[in-house]
């Protein structure tokens, strides 16, 4: 059974950091790209960014230059580091892998 488990959301000042994790099970987490999307309240989905199973690693413009995304295949784990954020970065970040999502942690920045 895959499993996607999203953790380290929490709130946070403009301008600070936080560090998502998604730990994955289930699956051969090696050989799938990963993505994070998010949904703001009262707004629909929105994708944040890929890493491919080759690092490749794609960005929103709304992010880019703020955000990064990365793997750890020896721990099954996908992150997403962000800084410098924003107030309209408050929303619930879901861990993503083809049709498979996790349960979403929430982001607020706020003062």
């Known amino acids: 059974e895959v499993q996607l488990v999203e953790s380290g959301g929490g709130l946070v000042q403009p301008g600070g950091s936080l560090r998502l994790s998604c730990a994955a099970s289930?699956?051969?987490?090696?050989?799938?790209?990963m993505t994070w999307v998010r949904q703001a309240p009262g707004k629909g989905l929105e994708w944040v960014a890929t890493?491919?199973?080759?690092?490749?690693?794609n960005y929103a413009d709304s992010v880019k230059g703020r955000f990064t995304i990365s793997r750890d295949n020896a721990k099954n784990t996908v992150y997403l580091q962000m800084s410098s954020l924003k107030p309209e970065d408050t929303a619930v970040y879901y861990c993503?892998?083809?049709?498979?999502w996790g349960q979403g942690t929430q982001v607020t920045v706020s003062s």
């Open positions: 993503r892998m083809y049709d498979y």
């Open positions: 289930g699956f051969t987490f090696i050989g799938y790209a």
């Open positions: 890493i491919t199973s080759a690092y490749s690693t």
